[in-house]
């Protein structure tokens, strides 16, 4: 089993629609959890941060939860801007290991 | 802002070649990640270094070694490359053990 696993996608949306996904990870000893984006033929760039209880940065939120082993991204509103492949990331407590999802792919249409 | 530098964009070797692939970070950051990215496959950790002269394998260190002998400077070496090898490698660091990892450009290897 990946360590870290994500719905590949790819979601098609439409302007303004709300578009939400999940990336699962498999160690339960994960501590620290983040989403990236990453567009084309670029490097990974840090979206947000994933907190326990859950946080926004504008249009978009993510949340985690521990008992379940899952992270999640919602976007609101979407923008053509948002069309980009999002990675979630975990660092795993006993190793510090830092592993990615093979990511989401997201497509605003207008 | 942080700035991790990857030497090369493009590369271009033969198969047998040792290649060499040097990433630098600017922040004094205290761990260092190898990652190679292929389609469908997603990034997946070559190595990674969490202090000078110190280095963990990843997923796939096969065929692959790395040297962090600064700590600005981590190294990943291909001892004999073959084709399977050609991808896109990519550089992070991160300042600390909880905290999140910034990339390089990427270097796009092909191995011919």
């Known amino acids: ?110 | 802002d942080v700035k991790v530098t990857q030497s090369s964009r493009y590369l271009v070797k033969r198969t047998g070649e040792k290649v060499f692939l040097e990433c630098v970070q600017d922040m004094d950051h205290e761990n260092m990640f190898w990652y190679r990215q292929d389609p469908g496959l997603g990034l997946r950790l070559i190595y990674f270094s969490y202090d000078v002269k110190m280095k963990e394998k990843g997923d796939i260190p096969e065929g692959y070694s790395v040297s962090r002998e600064k700590k600005e400077r981590f190294s990943l070496i291909l001892e004999s490359a073959s084709t399977n090898q050609t991808s896109m490698y990519l550089c992070a660091s991160s300042l600390s053990q909880d905290h999140e990892a910034f990339f390089g450009q990427g270097t796009r290897l092909t191995v011919v």
């Open chain 1, 1 to 110: 089993r990946k360590e870290v696993e994500q719905d590949p996608g790819p979601f098609n949306v439409p302007e303004g629609a709300t578009v939400a996904f999940n990336c699962t990870y498999s160690n339960s000893a994960s501590q620290s959890f983040f989403w990236y984006r990453q567009d084309c033929r670029k490097e990974p760039k840090l979206l947000m941060s994933v907190y326990s209880s859950g946080n926004e940065d504008g249009r978009f939120t993510a949340q985690l939860n521990r008992a379940s082993q899952y992270i999640s991204l919602l976007i609101r509103d979407s923008k053509l801007s948002d069309s980009a492949t999002y990675l979630c990331a975990v660092i795993r407590s006993n190793d510090y290991k830092l592993s990615f999802g093979a990511g989401t792919t997201v497509t605003v249409r207008a």
